[in-house]
């Protein structure tokens, strides 16, 4: 046996992908600890990276790797839940902003919704690809179920799900920075509904408010697009 057959065989393991998993992502948190908290060292794009290298190298597939990493993928759920516990915390301003965060979930969806419809014809792209990306800015299993509820393709929505996660937590602060929004409510608020659980933790790591207003926005916009995306999209999908 070669030393990659070896090597593939080992992370086919049942805990190899959790082991590599955790790994990666702690040589994301190293580097984005040396390089000053850098955008671009975000520690889950440097894990998906180093993942996705790893795997194309040694041939692995990705049924293989899953099957060790699906403990990583149950503790998210638990993960989701524990938001709620920084926006208990801040329950009081919650409710003094109550009105306007309604209004901007529900602006904001809809914008994230004809938006992503609208461009993606514009590049002429076929319909299916253009449903796939309308439930963008919801979490990947969200994204799933809606796509395919209006003929979208379940794997690229989660594909262009997470992508938008990744990107929202590397350029989304500088952007809300180079544009003067230094609320921690308005930019977890943004955070949340365009890069929903990435951003999130991301958000986590700037302040207490900010990342439980980002919590809360990301279930409202699961929420606001589950509600709009099926008539917007029987409206401009044509």
Not at 23 to 51: N, S
Not at 136 to 148: E, G, N, R
Not at 163 to 172: Q, Y
Request: glycine share 10%; charged share 10%; hydrophobic share 55%.
């Amino acid at each position: 046996m070669s030393v990659l057959e070896s090597l593939r065989e080992t992370l086919a393991g049942p805990l190899a992908g959790v082991v590599m998993t955790l790994g990666a992502y702690e040589v994301g948190r190293w580097l984005q600890r040396r390089t000053g908290g850098h955008a671009l060292a975000q520690p889950v794009l440097v894990a998906i990276v180093l993942v996705g290298a790893v795997l194309l190298l040694t041939g692995t597939s990705y049924d293989d790797y899953l099957s060790g990493a699906s403990l990583i993928a149950f503790l998210l759920g638990p993960a989701t839940v524990a938001l709620a516990l920084p926006l208990h915390r801040e329950m009081a301003r919650v409710r003094r902003a109550a009105p306007a965060v309604l209004c901007a979930v529900a602006a904001g969806a809809v914008t994230s919704v004809v938006t992503a419809i609208l461009v993606t014809q514009l590049l002429g792209a076929p319909q299916e690809v253009a449903a796939a990306a309308s439930a963008k800015a919801t979490t990947t299993p969200v994204a799933i179920a809606l796509s395919a509820e209006v003929g979208g393709i379940p794997a690229l929505a989660a594909v262009l799900a997470i992508t938008a996660g990744i990107m929202g937590a590397v350029a989304a602060p500088a952007l809300l920075t180079l544009l003067r929004i230094r609320d921690a409510r308005a930019r977890g608020l943004a955070m949340g509904a365009v890069s929903h659980g990435i951003g999130t933790s991301r958000s986590l790591a700037e302040g207490r408010t900010e990342g439980a207003f980002s919590g809360l926005s990301m279930g409202l916009t699961a929420l606001a697009t589950a509600a709009v995306l099926p008539p917007l999209a029987g409206l401009l999908l044509r």
